[in-house]
């Protein structure tokens, strides 16, 4: 199947009851992980590959579902992160950058 071929609801249905009919806890993390809303579409494609490594037929008919990457997103959960841990490293250079220069200001 082409990457550029949607996939359709009822591959979906049928890869969902394939693996409930093999393995209903497998099933159940599976509908644990698509519930998330907290996780990017990737994230989740990574920890269902996780669940299905012993399982390599399941593991190939989930590729149909992977996700394209998405390069150009600024804000995926680890740059969001990024930006709030170097903040005050950016605020505390700002205050140095104009401490003297504020300093001569004040004094005159």
């Known amino acids: 199947m082409s990457k550029s071929e949607p996939v359709t609801f009822e591959e979906s249905l049928s890869f969902v009851k394939k693996v409930k009919a093999r393995d209903y806890m497998l099933y159940l993390s599976l509908l644990d992980v698509l519930n998330r809303n907290d996780q990017i579409p990737l994230e989740a494609y990574s920890e269902l590959s996780l669940l299905f490594r012993h399982h390599e037929d399941l593991l190939a008919e989930l590729s149909k579902f992977r996700p394209l990457a998405c390069p ?3 804000y995926t959960h680890g740059s969001i992160w990024m930006i709030i ?3 005050p490293f950016l ?3 700002l ?10 200001f004040l004094l005159q």
């Open 72 to 74: 150009n997103n600024l």
């Open 85 to 87: 841990f170097l903040m």
């Open 91 to 93: 605020l505390l250079s």
């Open 95 to 104: 205050v140095l950058a104009f401490e003297k220069p504020l300093k001569c």
